[in-house]
């Protein structure tokens, strides 16, 4: 019986696992967001203030992937208990480039922190995005510094959550001037908490304790974040959301919030270069100036948690003085800017973003994306740019599979005798044409690797559009406001003019119709497959691959319809090299209809 060889089932087997590949790689992540729902506690150190959660924070929060509150009862009591609180006048503004907010003088908290370069949402008039919001609110997360007591020394009055600190009058934190606090406890000692700024999100804090007493005193720098798991970035297999840190200088992304809450306390992993909770484009960050000190992570309960940094113990004798510099990284996981703090000395600063284990490959594709952005000003355009240069790249390759695909169509006679001729011996039949290909200098598995070359590529943009903040809020053009997120207009509430959302994986949008329209039309134009099985899959795949890409950020779908229609273009040029391919297109075609035909 004559028909397709071994070799040719495995050539395009190997093509649908590199199709497949992709498909279990970015379907397993659409499942997660789409699927996820969204001990007694530990005591706080001293200086921790009382956990005061609303009455919603029992419920288990539902999470998105960028994180930030999602119940509109929450939302709505936010917004009024942020206003209460930045109402009261014991604070000291922070007007910086990066920062803007306000240090509480109730505890010496940095519990009020925005971003100046990044939006909350599209819309500008929703305000900038929010880092740090104050003890109690919804969204609660802050930064406090402080001290526990010593051993082997008198007992003294220590600063607290209800301490208020005195600031100098017109105090305003900003680059150029720091802001000291102090705080007398009546008995000699006085306590000074130091606040510097630079221009991006690093703030500098010195804590300070001198002793005007008649004895000695012992105590223990404390540096601690706390926050709640509500406003949460949504946690998953490939981008971690939650607890982290660098430990030996070896960046751990975990705990997750469930695991924290179910050990009760979990101490950091080594030494702690860095310790702190990320979420997806925002991050706040404990960073030691000198080694010595130690780390853990707490769950208070009620979805608050803490990630604390303690030093090792310092005596303060009569008429001395001593001092612990701890930095705070509060705001968005830039690259540049990260890469620039562990250019100045925090060890792998620049992995708190979770590239995962191809960043050796995605952050030299983010570099030539955001230089590509920065020549043309629009991130849509440099996409294509980027594809066009991929494209380019492999063009020698793509010549070469075409050559392979004449080579193969020129040996088909000699390939089907040998098939006659050893139908009952498949080992020989294998072994003669092994040989022919060898003689004929044919590779049969040539045509694959173009689309493998293509899987590390497809997933180094695919990582970067989520967990690079360049990315987030994006614009191309016309509807496309947001390269990041999805494709906002789904054909089946008809664009938009139905009021009713679409399930994500049924929101098929413009960007995913235009995908499988392209992606069927590159089928098209490759040569009929012969085997029954192999036409349908092919004839199923770009309109699988449709409802499977269309839930994904648009930049991804740009580029591969960008792709789709520079490989059309490129396969109708290489069929004007190679006519013979073409013809053998056509008359494969026609026999296959032929073939239908009688099988009715």
Not at 267 to 281: A, L, R
Not at 290 to 300: E, I, P, V, Y
Not at 423 to 437: C, N, S
Request: with cysteine; hydrophobic share 45%; proline share 8%.
């Amino acid at each position: 019986m004559q028909g397709p060889s071994v070799d040719k089932h495995n050539y395009r087997n190997m093509i649908l696992a590199g199709i497949l590949t992709v498909t279990i790689l970015l379907g397993w992540d659409m499942a997660m967001r789409y699927f996820y729902p969204a001990a007694p506690a530990p005591k706080a150190v001293a200086s921790a203030p009382a956990a005061t959660p609303s009455a919603a924070a029992s419920a288990a929060p539902k999470r998105t992937r960028e994180g930030g509150l999602t119940n509109p009862a929450d939302i709505a009591l936010e917004a009024q208990d942020i206003k209460t609180a930045l109402a009261s006048p014991a604070r000291v503004r922070i007007e910086a480039p990066g920062l803007s907010g306000s240090i509480n003088l109730a505890g010496g908290m940095v519990d009020d922190l925005t971003t100046n370069r990044h939006t909350a949402t599209l819309n500008p008039a929703d305000g900038a995005q929010r880092i740090f919001s104050p003890a109690g609110t919804p969204a609660q997360q802050f930064a406090q510094f402080g001290w526990t007591m010593g051993e082997g020394a008198p007992a003294i009055a220590l600063p607290n959550a209800q301490t208020v600190w005195t600031a100098p009058a017109g105090a305003k934190l900003t680059p150029q001037t720091p802001v000291t606090l102090s705080w007398n406890n009546g008995g000699g000692q006085t306590f000074t908490l130091t606040y510097a700024i630079d221009a991006d999100y690093m703030l500098t804090v010195t804590q300070g304790v001198s002793n005007t007493g008649p004895a000695p005193v012992a105590v223990k720098p404390v540096a601690q974040l706390n926050r709640t798991d509500k406003t949460a970035a949504l946690d998953s297999f490939n981008v971690h959301a939650g607890p982290f840190g660098a430990f030996d200088e070896t960046v751990s992304f975990g705990p997750n919030y469930k695991d924290l809450a179910e050990a009760g306390t979990l101490p950091g992993e080594g030494q702690p270069n860095w310790i702190g909770f990320t979420d997806i484009y925002w991050m706040s960050t404990l960073i030691p100036e000198k080694a010595g000190a130690t780390s853990d992570f707490r769950s208070l309960g009620n979805g608050i948690y803490l990630a604390n940094l303690f030093y090792p113990q310092v005596a303060v004798n009569p008429g001395q003085q001593s001092s612990r510099v701890t930095k705070l990284f509060a705001g968005a996981k830039e690259t540049e800017v990260l890469d620039r703090y562990e250019a100045a000395g925090i060890p792998k600063f620049g992995l708190a973003i979770d590239w995962g284990w191809f960043r050796w490959f995605e952050k030299p594709i983010f570099w030539l994306l955001k230089s590509l952005f920065n020549t043309v000003g629009n991130f849509g355009l440099a996409i294509m740019l980027l594809t066009l240069i991929v494209r380019g790249i492999m063009f020698p390759v793509a010549q070469r599979q075409f050559a392979s695909m004449a080579a193969m169509k020129a040996i088909q006679p000699k390939m089907k005798a040998l098939q006659e001729r050893y139908k009952d011996d498949k080992p020989r039949q294998q072994q003669e044409i092994m040989a022919l290909y060898k003689a004929e200098g044919v590779n049969p598995l040539a045509g694959c690797l173009p689309i493998f070359l293509q899987i590390p590529i497809f997933f180094a943009l695919y990582k970067t559009l989520i967990v690079s903040v360049e990315m987030r809020h994006q614009p191309f053009a016309l509807w496309i406001k947001d390269l990041s997120a999805p494709d906002p207009l789904h054909l089946l509430n008809l664009f938009g003019l139905l009021p009713f959302d679409v399930p994500s994986f049924l929101g098929i949008g413009v960007l995913a119709l235009l995908l499988g329209i392209t992606m069927w039309l590159q089928f098209k134009l490759n040569p009929a497959q012969m085997d029954p099985v192999q036409q349908q899959v092919f004839a199923i795949m770009p309109w699988m691959m449709m409802f499977i890409m269309a839930p994904f950020a648009a930049g991804l779908l740009l580029y591969w319809i960008t792709s789709n229609v520079l490989t059309i273009a490129q396969q109708a040029y290489l069929y004007s090299r190679h006519p013979q391919l073409k013809e053998q297109a056509q008359k494969d075609e026609a026999d296959m209809k032929r073939a239908k035909v009688r099988s009715k």
